[in-house]
């Protein structure tokens, strides 16, 4: 037991001195949980049986020694392993030099644990859509959407033009902006709100755009009149 103890304080004293997880006997954990057992135990047994007996007081001390080194020697080994599991769980080596199994095991239980953390309560954290390069993916260009065409049986829009002939000259007329000169006999094509008013002052007659090849149709009401393809 004495041995066991003078090797306790070796492996905590190179645990201390080495920045990564120091090397320890495969069979470690086993053989300290057996050796402290053991070790109280007997100070258990000397206690009970001599009180006041001064081997009984050293036994203890040896189990109190002995247990403070193992504690010290785990929780600097512990304190290691989440550091790596932490790394290893945003993206690092999950390499472990000379981890026991027992400490393996715990290594991987904590990145899993550290990952599934990190992606339910920070997933803004997680990189998403990312393509080979490690950019993200553009998203797919969506397709046009078709024009809308009009039903079929839609009434067509009013003309925006109307023919008419002027019946006698008169003063340039201003309308929208624009001066429309009136010469008697000249076939106009105007807007429809300006042919209107020139056909009420009896200053213009509507007529269809065949009859400016074949002659006028007096008295064509301005419904009738289809819009020309130029205006003058």
């Known amino acids: 037991m004495v041995d066991f103890y003078s090797r306790l304080l070796e492996l905590r004293r190179a645990e201390g001195a080495s920045r990564g997880l120091g090397k320890l006997p495969p069979d470690f954990y086993p053989q300290a949980t057996a050796y402290l057992a053991d070790t109280r135990k007997v100070y258990e047994n000397e206690l009970r049986e001599n009180p006041s007996g001064k081997k009984g007081e050293v036994a203890r001390q040896t189990h109190s020694r002995a247990l403070q080194v193992a504690r010290d020697l785990v929780e600097a080994r512990s304190s290691k392993l989440l550091s790596a599991a932490f790394q290893a769980s945003v993206g690092g080596m999950r390499e472990l030099a000379n981890a026991l199994p027992e400490e393996r095991a715990q290594f991987d239980r904590l990145v899993d644990v550290l990952r599934q953390f990190r992606s339910a309560s920070a997933p803004y954290l997680e990189p998403t859509g990312a393509g080979p390069s490690g950019a993200p993916t553009p998203p797919h260009p969506s397709p046009p959407e078709p024009a809308a065409r009009p039903p079929l049986g839609a009434p067509s829009r009013a003309p925006t033009t109307v023919f008419v ?46 009859e400016e090849m074949g002659g006028p149709r007096a008295g064509a009401a301005p419904s009738e009149l289809k819009p020309r393809r130029g205006a003058r």
């Open 165 to 210: 002939r002027v019946l006698k000259g008169s003063p340039p007329v201003e309308f929208g902006g624009e001066t429309v000169e009136l010469r008697a006999e000249e076939v106009l094509t105007v807007a429809p709100d300006l042919a209107r008013i020139l056909i009420d002052g009896q200053l213009a007659e509507a007529i269809q755009a065949s």
